[in-house]
């Protein structure tokens, strides 16, 4: 598979839209965010954002606290819509060339299709069945069987089955941390979205639930398109095809995650990524 290939910026905070890939092919764009400035209320947070994200890739941001990483992630499924104030001021979101901020744009059907995991787990007060059920009773699915399969597959694709099916119909705070993240990631996977976006899933995991994390991440990419916040440079570097490093609100560089830490286009990126500040 195409892993998008280095770019270098001709000026401190200029970077390219997209990773230009290293052969004649290249993976097809699936998120295009063009000229994007973000507010809240009177506070810009996002300032001139252009990047698009490849289909069934993993797009890892990185940056230090208050960059503005977070708050982009969660324009991709207008999750900041529930903030008072906040609002997109210029450019455009689209996925697959639809923009998502067009007035006639159904939400909830947004965020059916880009799927949202957050940083501390928030499994349901409920069994792990109707855990996974949730959105599809929503949705007005009531099929038993269509829901046991459901359960299975998406269990399975968080790599959970095993473990959890013979107490299916234990509650979900019962599991460990660990289990819990990959709960809320077999949640997300059951409405069968697009785009699955990943707020520092690992911050509250111990190192052998984050190594579990982040292996299944990467068989994810196989059947969806996934965007990661993460403070943890080395979970970039294993987990994501490309890497957008951003600090204080803008985009300062987009190239192949190795590109980024082993030869970064700009002196910002190579500080951050060795440790020299952050």
């Given amino acids: 598979m195409d892993s998008p290939a280095s770019s270098s910026s001709t000026a401190p ?19 295009d965010i063009q000229n994007v400035d973000f507010a809240y209320g009177d506070t810009k947070a996002l300032h001139d954002i252009t990047l698009q994200i490849p289909e069934k890739r993993v797009t890892a941001f990185i940056g230090p606290s208050g960059c503005g990483k977070s708050t982009l992630l969660r324009c991709l499924n207008r999750m900041n819509d529930l903030i008072d104030g906040a609002k997109v001021e210029r ?19 947004l965020r059916k299709r880009v799927g949202m995991v957050f940083q501390k787990s928030n499994p349901f007060p409920k069994s792990i069945y109707e855990n996974i059920t949730y959105g599809l009773r929503l949705q007005g699915e009531s099929n038993k069987a269509r829901l046991d399969e459901v359960v299975e597959r998406s269990l399975r694709g968080a790599a959970l089955w095993d473990e959890v099916k013979d107490r299916l119909h234990t509650s979900g705070l019962g599991l460990s941390g660990g289990q819990q993240q990959r709960l809320c990631i077999a949640r997300a996977i059951a409405v069968a979205p697009e785009i699955i976006l990943m707020d520092e899933p690992c911050s509250a995991l111990d190192p052998i639930a984050t190594a579990k994390v982040e292996e299944l991440i990467h068989e994810l ?34 190239a192949e995650t190795q590109t980024i830490f082993m030869n970064p286009g700009n002196p910002q990126t190579e500080a951050y990524v060795s440790g020299r500040f952050g």
């Fill in 13 to 31: 905070g200029v970077a390219p839209a997209v990773p230009q890939s290293s052969r004649t092919e290249t993976t097809p764009t699936l998120i």
């Fill in 221 to 254: 990419k196989e059947k969806f398109t996934i965007v990661i916040v993460t403070h943890n440079m080395q979970q970039a570097a294993r987990c994501s095809d490309g890497t957008a490093f951003f600090y204080l609100g803008k985009l300062i560089e987009y």
């Fill in 91 to 109: 450019g455009s979101i689209k996925i697959r060339d639809i923009d998502i901020y067009r007035p006639d744009v159904d939400v909830i059907e």
